[in-house]
Nanobody
């Protein structure tokens, strides 16, 4: 099964910005919506932003107004622009293709290794 490749993480001061990228090869990128997720140490992986094949977006409340998800279909890439970063945004960030079925989202690819985002002064 295909696996996303995330990149763009790093160490940033509070209030700073980062732009994450995720490449998912193959037709799967064009068939399903994409989502960004994050997992902090000791926590569960949580959804933070999604985008449909038609470009509709939705966000976790904590990041709404600060993060922007976008996709470039020519590059099989989904992005997450993160602004006004806070220490509580520190986590490992992942992306995946997802399909809504029977009331919940099913992941359509294996999880990648993610990219670490650390917000600290």
């Amino acid at each position: 099964q295909v696996q996303p490749v995330e990149s763009g993480g790093g160490l940033v001061q509070p209030g700073g910005s980062l732009k994450l990228s995720c490449v998912l090869a193959g037709d799967i990128f064009h068939i399903y919506g994409m989502g960004w997720y994050r997992q902090s140490p000791g926590g569960q992986r949580e959804f933070i932003a999604g985008i449909t094949t038609g470009g509709e977006t939705n966000y976790l409340g904590d990041v709404k107004g600060r993060f922007i998800i976008s996709r470039d279909t020519a590059k099989n890439t989904v992005y997450l622009q993160m602004n006004d970063l806070k220490p509580e945004d520190t986590a490992r960030y992942y992306c995946n293709a997802r399909e809504y079925s029977a009331g919940y989202y099913r992941m359509k690819a294996d999880w990648g290794s993610g990219t670490q985002v650390t917000i600290s002064s």
